[in-house]
């Protein structure tokens, strides 16, 4: 499994903090964007990028890649994964692995989004990693793609949900059982950066975070979100 590190993302919507890219066998095959080739990493200039990590052609070994990331400075604000998911191959999460990367963010402010099942025959697993996770500082949000989902996500109690919505989904809206959600605010304002929001950091935060399908597979993934 492979690692790549950016020190300063020059994407526009991230804003300039440290983000990673892992490599595509990360990706669960529970994940409907991956069988529908609706990601929207599968696209543009990040999809060459996660290719050549994906082949070994850039990045570094998981070790290596844990030491960048614990050499970070205390109580820096970063993102894992830009593309990939949680370390593991396919739908379980890598026990060991985690455990490592929870480590290295000691003293730091890592966030990620996993698509990783929580039923099936890994869901109890990943379930109490993420858990974990989220217990020890490095926040995983639960990636829904329908806000039924979202709320199944989010009744685990096991860390904060984000979920796929339409292109033109409302600013604000709630899911079937109530819960507030609220579009990326780096999707509807010019002037704010995952760097300036931080709403994705923080595991204790009272909404749902949506987002709306994007990139040249925006139509496919809107689709799975219908």
Not at 99 to 117: D, M, S, V
Request: aromatic share 4%.
């Amino acid at each position: 499994m492979q690692l790549h590190i950016t020190y300063k993302s020059r994407n526009v919507k991230t804003g300039a903090i440290p983000v990673t890219t892992t490599s595509a066998d990360s990706c669960p095959n529970a994940c409907p964007l991956k069988g529908n080739n609706a990601c929207y990493a599968k696209s543009g200039p990040l999809a060459l990028h996660w290719a050549k990590v994906t082949k070994g052609d850039a990045g570094a070994s998981w070790a290596e890649g844990m030491s960048a990331i614990a050499s970070l400075p205390a109580g820096a604000l970063w993102r894992h994964n830009q593309a990939g998911d949680l370390p593991g191959y396919a739908d379980q999460i890598d026990g060991l692995l985690m455990r490592q990367l929870i480590k290295a963010n000691a003293n730091k402010r890592g966030f990620t989004y996993t698509h990783k099942p929580t039923n099936g025959p890994y869901g109890a697993l990943n379930r109490s990693l993420i858990a974990e996770a989220n217990q020890s500082g490095f926040t995983v949000n639960l990636s829904a793609d329908t806000l039924r989902q979202a709320d199944e996500l989010a009744a685990l109690n096991i860390g904060p949900v984000v979920v796929v919505v339409s292109r033109d989904h409302p600013e604000t809206s709630a899911t079937p059982k109530g819960r507030r959600v609220i579009v990326c605010p780096a999707q509807t304002r010019e002037d704010v950066t995952c760097a300036s929001c931080q709403l994705c950091a923080r595991v204790d935060r009272p909404v749902i975070v949506g987002f709306r399908a994007h990139g040249a597979n925006a139509r496919k993934a809107e689709a799975i979100a219908a």
